[in-house]
């Protein structure tokens, strides 16, 4: 029987923990390019921006408490590059770098007491000697300790520089590398004396002794756990240490170090980076395994996540990577987020509402914070997780899971129950030693995927179910089915801020260009007339809809004139946290087809260093994946070198060479790159290098990539033009969206992996007394389908009523991109109905032409 009984005692509540035990909530992680759009947000739709923040940070009950900035290296950690604050070490700190340190002074604008922390993923080039043993097996011994004082002016000219360009000071910092294997306990001790005795070097009327009384966070392990036991053993490090975090693990470590630390030492405990929910909950209440809401990485996991971490290693606060993803979906972890914002020329945003409301199940019934704010405290003694897994949900998922949470004055509590079985599960609370909270009446507020198909996917989120007068002290709580339950004496029922409605943009998801009467789908001089005149200062020179995937692109000064440069030479290259690829950027909307790229650009010829095919500059074309952070993650790409050597790569392979004589390396030169279709053209001032028809397996849509060696090279002008009218997308529905409708046996999964739309895949196979179809309507010119093909499958395409193609063989594909397209319809509203007649078939979205 699916029971549990346990007892919410006031006596037990433990108030004089300092910060171990406070709820704190959530924190936001700004890292590897993962907030880098919210720059253009924050310029194009300024609205836009400030509803994305006062959804996660706003409010009477705000759900994020913490923000965290890893500070960048100019290399790639993962999902993007982030820029170094510090270049040379002479060079003063540009906190304007990237949109970490400016996001905390929007935030701190809604929330002033709001908590930062900053830590590292590597180091910038002019630290890379010094500490290229950070990545080795003992870099505690093999750091020489005249690396310490130069990497900690890198600490304090950031902080300092935040400081005097926003306004706030940072509240922790976590000395050593992000995710490191071998905690470097000696640099750890001499960084927490060195911030708390430093007096000098600092600015008129900075605030040196808070300064001095920034608190230690370490050591942001992953998956490792020995920096709990180090803490235990060390009290020296104990004493300079007031937090310690680790990722993606909800355990504690073999003797239970991090509970210690918590339970008798009252160190704060952070579960410091941990995922946000995959696939959006719109999209899970279609698939067929049934789990609604819940399953695998979903809202109804990442907020078990919360309530384990607790109970099995003491975490106190969670930090999501990322809660929101501005960058541009097809890196490393895309389609992981709460709110998703890739879109800025537009203003649209989409946010998880389901994953969101989860979350808020915490922090819109108890004060999440720290102990001087008044902050809601753990009761340990009332909470319990033993569903299976250390990190994903795996097994037992009918286990008991539930925290308790209660105000200081005990007068108020609330408990999260988290249910994502096919069972329900009754439990039997027992309140006593509470005051007046013993008789209040208790709400229960719970959210559940819909009844029926024919329902919004978020009809049932957070509603309050039912109102429970104890008797005795006594009470009974169901939780249904992959559902979450907060069962809480306070009276919520009239506050707008809990009770439930959609968060949505007010804008359309409009294609980048679309609209333009010349066919410029996008054009930048990088001198941004029409901005105002500090534009570029206030964003670090940051160009406009780019996003950096290795080096940095910035806008200088040339001539008189902007252009926009890669910043960083083989001298200036990074310690790389784990490996990264040539300097590329990625721009554009990946609802572009056929179009043409024409580029402006200069070669460096005087930076001197020993790379001869190191040297060049390219575009690519129809970019969706990139994964590595590379120039050919496109799938078309046209290198020109600066001895004049050209190369066409398809799928990462040379498919054509030649080369152009006598190229003038001082000049600026006109590079295009065109693709119409599956017809390839590429040009330099004027003079086709290569044509090219791809027969295999072609691709049709994506963004453009521009990346270079490692030199200063520079780009004055860049246009992308439509081809022809007829083959842009204006719109993509994912293959779970409600628009679209099936029939037959179909397999809707859900939680899959980054490379394809939001996780999810559709698939059917061919059976004549039930065919397979799915049906759509649409507005325009034609249609793409998405997804690759494990197998040769067919389908009978039906337009309007007419049989448009009764045998299309679908090709192989990768993921994201075209099997089959079907154009030159009549331009209009129209609808769609394919039935999988033969073999097995896999959709992953549709695309809709204009």
């Known amino acids: 029987m699916n029971q549990t009984s346990f ?6 509540l433990e108030l004089n923990a300092g910060d171990a035990n406070t709820f704190k909530g959530f924190g936001y992680l700004s890292c590897n390019n993962s907030s880098r759009l919210l720059l253009d947000y924050k310029w194009e739709h300024r609205d836009s921006y400030d509803e994305i923040l006062q959804i996660l940070f706003g409010g009477k009950h705000p759900m994020m408490r913490m923000l965290k900035v890893e500070m960048g290296d100019d290399a790639n950690t993962s999902s993007g590059t982030e820029p170094a604050t510090v270049r040379s070490a002479t060079e003063n700190a540009n906190v304007r770098r990237g949109a970490g340190f400016q996001l905390i002074a929007d935030v701190k604008k809604i929330q002033p007491e709001l908590k930062t922390s900053i830590l590292r993923w590597g180091e910038p080039g002019w630290l890379r000697e010094l500490w290229f043993n950070a990545k080795s097996s003992d870099p505690d011994n093999n750091v020489d300790e005249k690396a310490f004082e130069p990497m900690y002016q890198w600490y304090k000219k950031t902080i300092v520089a935040a400081y005097e360009t926003y306004g706030y000071l940072i509240d922790y910092i976590d000395p050593d590398r ?3 294997k071998h905690p470097m306990i000696k640099w750890i001790k001499w960084f927490a004396d060195r911030i708390a005795n430093d007096r000098n070097g600092f600015p008129n009327d900075f605030p040196v002794e808070k300064y001095n009384q920034i608190k230690m966070i370490a050591s942001d392990q992953n998956y490792e756990r020995d920096f709990g036991d180090m803490m235990v053993a060390d009290k020296e490090l104990r004493d300079r240490v007031q937090a310690v975090g680790f990722h993606y693990n909800t355990d504690d470590g073999k003797n239970k170090p991090f509970t210690k630390l918590a339970d008798e030492y009252h160190h704060e405990v952070w579960y410091s980076e941990g995922i946000a929910p995959m696939t959006m909950g719109r999209y899970r209440v279609r698939a067929t395994n049934g789990d609604g809401i819940g399953g695998r990485q979903s809202g109804l996991d990442v907020a078990n996540r919360l309530i384990k971490s607790y109970v099995k290693s003491r975490r106190s606060l969670y930090i999501f990577q990322p809660a929101v993803s501005a960058y541009y979906t097809g890196v490393n972890y895309s389609h992981k987020e709460l709110i998703n914002a890739n879109r800025p020329w537009s203003g649209y945003y989409e946010v998880d509402n389901i994953g969101l409301q989860c979350m808020k199940h915490f922090t819109d019934f108890a004060k999440a914070g720290w102990a001087d704010e008044g902050a809601w405290r753990y009761l340990t003694s009332a909470c319990d997780s033993q ?22 004055d005990k007068n108020d509590y609330s408990i999260i129950l988290d249910n994502d079985s096919s069972e329900s599960r009754t439990y039997e609370i027992d309140v006593k030693n509470m005051g007046n909270a013993e008789t209040k009446q208790i709400t229960i507020w719970q959210s559940i995927g819909p009844k029926s198909s024919e329902d919004a996917y978020d009809s049932r989120m957070k509603q309050i179910r039912e109102t429970i007068s104890p008797v005795d002290g006594k009470a009974e709580i169901v939780v249904n089915p992959h559902s979450i339950v ?3 004496t306070l009276d919520l029922a009239n506050d707008d801020e809990v009770v439930y409605h959609r968060f949505e943009s007010k804008y359309a998801d409009q294609t980048l260009g679309i609209e333009n009467a010349d066919n410029v789908l996008y054009r930048d001089d990088f001198s941004y007339t029409g901005y105002p005149d500090d534009y570029l200062k206030l964003r670090g020179n940051t160009p406009r809809f780019t996003a950096d995937q290795g080096g940095a692109f910035e806008i200088a000064s040339q001539d008189g004139h902007n252009v926009l440069q890669q910043m960083i030479t083989e001298n200036q290259r990074a310690n790389d946290w784990e490996y990264s690829f040539a300097p590329s950027l990625t721009v554009g909307d990946d609802k572009w087809s056929d179009y043409e790229v024409s580029v402006s650009m200069k070669f ?6 020993n790379s001869p095919t190191g040297n060049y500059f390219g575009i690519g074309l129809r970019e969706l994946t990139d994964v590595k952070g590379r120039l050919e993650s496109a799938p078309y790409v046209f290198k020109v070198y600066i001895d004049g050597a050209c190369e066409l790569i398809k799928d990462d392979q040379i498919v054509a060479l030649d080369h152009v004589d006598v190229l003038d390396i001082a000049a600026t030169h006109q590079i295009k790159f065109a693709a119409d279709g599956n017809q390839l053209t590429a040009s330099i001032d004027g003079k086709v290098v290569f044509k090219y028809t791809d027969t295999n397996n072609p691709r049709y849509s994506g963004r453009v990539k521009l990346g270079s060696g490692y030199y200063h090279t520079q780009i004055s002008q860049l246009t992308v033009k439509q081809l022809s009218r007829g083959t842009i997308i204006s719109n993509r529905i994912d293959d779970l969206d409600a628009a679209v409708s099936y029939t037959g046996e179909w397999n809707h999964v859900c939680g ?3 490379t394809k739309w939001n996780r999810t895949l559709s698939t059917a196979t061919a059976d004549q007394s039930k065919e397979p179809s799915f049906a759509f309507d649409f507005t325009g010119t034609g249609f793409s389908l998405i997804g690759a093909q494990e197998t040769q499958s067919s389908l009978k395409i039906v337009v309007d009523g007419v049989t448009v193609d009764s045998n299309r063989i679908p090709q192989p594909g990768d993921d994201r991109t075209e099997n089959s397209v079907v154009r030159g319809l009549s331009s209009g509203k129209h609808h769609v109905s394919i039935a999988v007649v033969g073999g097995t078939y896999t959709l992953d979205a549709v695309d809709q032409i204009k």
């Open 486 to 488: 907060t069962a809480t």
């Open 7 to 12: 007892t919410i005692d006031g006596n037990k």
């Open 178 to 180: 992000n995710e490191t």
């Open 387 to 408: 569903v299976g897994g250390t990190e994903n949900l795996d097994h037992n998922r009918q286990a008991p899971s539930y925290m308790t949470l209660v105000a200081p």
């Open 604 to 609: 460096d010829h005087e930076t001197l260093q």
């Open 752 to 754: 899959l992996g980054n």
